[in-house]
């Protein structure tokens, strides 16, 4: 195996995958932010509505913090084990802490402030229509995309901030579910590879580490019991993507905090 190397991810419940979703447009608002053009400003403002969207389908903000709880509950009992960093645990322990006063305030759902806002509702209202926020639908929408790339930036950032704590748990919780696996070396024969999940430790995702000259990609699908990875190849002309008829060695982690 090369050095490298392509990671694909697969959630096996539904709260990791949501967390996976929001940490994908935080990632998104983050790259495009930086950015002064207007497509720039309209990419972040959509991913804003996305973010808006996805926080309105379920109450994300309570899942989050029983993951929290969840993996500090984990985690508590491993003070002064042989072998535990204290201290680093300590810090973990302390912004789980902190991260579950903010979330379990009091105040509204992420996103509710924007009510009121007439340009993120009409964006909104028109954004899922083709070309539907041209300056003949939305004109004061290219009023603002015409101000001064400092002031869109400004302006963004503060629509994202109450979004802060939420970003910070999201972060946290998949940094913990991620450096909870040491890796392995497997090899998926003729391209498949399947394993039984140890009924006592939930396993909340399954990483496959392959490279990046492999010429195949994994197809992971699984649940409480077992998964598969099936690892696929793409015809040179268009068609169906089909198993690889080859051994192929891959890192797999199971992360089973």
Not at 213 to 226: I, K, L, N, T, Y
Request: glycine share 8%.
């Amino acid at each position: 195996m090369g050095n490298a190397l392509s990671i694909y991810e697969q959630p096996l419940n539904e709260r990791v995958r949501a967390l996976l979703r929001l940490e994908f447009l935080f990632e998104q608002a983050d790259y495009l932010m930086s950015g002064n053009n207007a497509w720039d400003s309209r990419a972040t403002l959509n991913t804003l509505i996305e973010l808006m969207a996805l926080m309105g389908r379920a109450d994300l903000k309570t899942e989050i913090v029983k993951e929290l709880e969840r993996q500090g509950a984990l985690l508590e009992p491993l003070y002064d084990k042989q072998g535990v960093d204290n201290e680093r645990l300590d810090d973990i322990m302390g912004s789980i802490r902190q991260l579950l006063v903010e979330l379990r305030s009091p105040e509204g759902a992420a996103g509710q402030e924007f009510r009121n806002n007439e340009l993120i509702a009409a964006v909104k209202q028109r954004a899922s229509m083709p070309a539907g926020t041209l300056s003949f639908d939305i004109p004061m929408y290219q009023y603002w995309l015409e101000r001064a790339p400092d002031e869109r930036r400004a302006e963004l950032e503060a629509w994202f901030q109450p979004f802060e704590p939420v970003k910070r748990g999201v972060n946290l919780c998949l940094t913990l579910i991620r450096q909870s696996s040491n890796g392995r070396r497997e090899t998926a024969v003729n391209g498949f590879f399947q394993q039984s999940l140890d009924a006592g430790v939930s396993c909340q995702m399954v990483r496959v580490l392959v490279d990046s000259a492999a010429g195949c990609f994994p197809e992971v699908s699984g649940g409480r019991h077992r998964f598969t990875v099936r690892f696929m190849e793409l015809p040179v002309s268009a068609g169906r993507p089909a198993q690889a008829g080859r051994d192929i060695d891959f890192e797999l982690q199971c992360c089973v905090i």
